[in-house]
């Protein structure tokens, strides 16, 4: 079981570049990368980023919609920047195109005042840090600090052991520092394990899918009382590539 302080894990955004003035349709979908860093014990780095040890890797999406719309996009075109958030397409919009669906509503049971989609895309915790509810806490973290005027909190429950498996270069170097070649192959059994995991965060599952979600504004459980759970819980988590 992981064993960190939560005050010296930070997240570090990677560089990005925004439009002064956005016009297309793709430039109303925000993507943002990152790492998590872990300064407890920087003597102990296996790859540097700063002074600290790399403890995993995340990445979310924002769909602006209000701002979209009124520049005259259709919200599927905002969706359509590629196959992550294309696929929230069918779920979250309305058989005329417009947010939400009412197959949210089971889940959401009411809609707030925001308009717009954030998409947790991908959570990469490394072995040493699973297990004592880091995951939890990156996402509570990135749902407090980009949930403005969000409506719908969303994510994909699909274990990275089953993602196509890199081929050589840094990203068949990050899959093996992952573990994924050990991970467990029952993909069902994985899907529930996970979606039980996301679950204790606030969300809640569309009937039939890989689909997560959580009303913009929904009051998340206090980082205590996710650190509280994980003394108790022995199962490791497989990061999920929530895409």
């Avoid at 993507?31 to 002074?51: F, M, Q, S």
């Avoid at 005027?149 to 990203?171: K, M, S, T």
């Avoid at 059994?189 to 204790?200: G, I, T």
């Amino acid at each position: 079981m992981a064993d960190f302080d939560i005050d010296s894990i930070e997240l570090v955004l990677d560089e990005q570049v925004i439009p002064l003035h956005a016009t297309l349709p793709e430039e109303f979908h925000y993507r943002l990368e990152g790492r998590i860093v872990d300064y407890t014990n920087p003597e102990n780095i296996d790859h540097p980023l700063a002074e600290g040890t790399e403890a995993g890797r995340f990445r979310i999406s924002i769909a602006d919609f209000e701002r979209a719309m009124e520049a005259g996009h259709a919200p599927v075109d905002v969706l359509d920047r590629n196959a992550d958030s294309r696929a929230f397409a069918s779920i979250v919009l309305d058989r005329h195109g417009r947010p939400y669906s009412e197959r949210l509503e089971p889940v959401l049971r009411y809609f707030t005042n925001g308009s717009n989609l954030l998409m947790l895309d991908r959570l990469e915790v490394l072995p040493n840090y699973r297990g004592g509810g880091l995951g939890l806490l990156v996402m509570r973290a990135l749902i407090q600090r980009y949930a403005l005027n969000v409506a719908v909190v969303g994510l994909q429950v699909i274990p990275l052991q089953f993602c196509p498996r890199p081929d050589a270069g840094d990203e068949l170097g990050w899959w093996t520092r992952m573990g994924l070649d050990a991970a467990p192959r029952d993909q069902q059994a994985a899907v529930r394990k996970l979606k039980r995991y996301d679950s204790r965060l606030g969300f809640r599952a569309i009937r039939g899918t890989v689909f997560m979600f959580m009303p913009g504004d929904y009051v998340l459980p206090s980082p205590q009382s996710l650190l509280r759970k994980r003394a108790s819980r022995a199962a490791k988590p497989s990061s999920s590539a929530l895409q």
